[in-house]
């Protein structure tokens, strides 16, 4: 089982960039998918999160409206587009997968309930 994010870059405030979650040796439709960031010196945060199968998704306040999670299950792929990007959304962004029951609704803001995780793709934005 192993994930691979892409896609980061540098981008001038305003801009935009879409992340990839690719994954090989599973299936991503039947995990929920979550995208955490973690900028130097604080937390991994919770940006989004899509649910397994039906794909609900979900977003952080700091970039809802502004991103979007989405899944290709031809491609086995997970996408974060992100549009009108600001110099807070600097950090080193990573996917992780899960396929376990979880035992309460907001479970997929919590980093410790994922089991996979990919390598983290650098976002810089700034002018």
């Known amino acids: 089982v192993q994930l691979q994010a892409s896609g980061g870059g540098m981008v001038q405030p305003g801009g935009s960039l879409r992340l990839s979650c690719a994954a090989s040796g599973f299936t991503l439709d039947y995990y929920a998918i979550g995208w955490f960031r973690q900028a130097p010196g604080k937390e991994r945060e919770w940006v989004s999160f899509?649910?397994?199968?039906?794909?609900?998704?979900y977003y952080g306040d700091s970039v809802k409206g502004r991103f979007t999670i989405s899944r290709d299950k031809i491609k086995n792929t997970v996408y974060l587009q992100m549009n009108s990007l600001k110099p807070e959304d600097t950090a080193v962004y990573y996917c992780a997968a899960d396929g376990s029951p979880h035992a309460w609704s907001t479970w997929y803001k919590d980093k410790g309930e994922f089991a996979y995780w990919g390598q983290g793709t650098q976002v810089t934005v700034s002018s």
């Open positions: 899509i649910s397994s199968s039906v794909g609900s998704t």
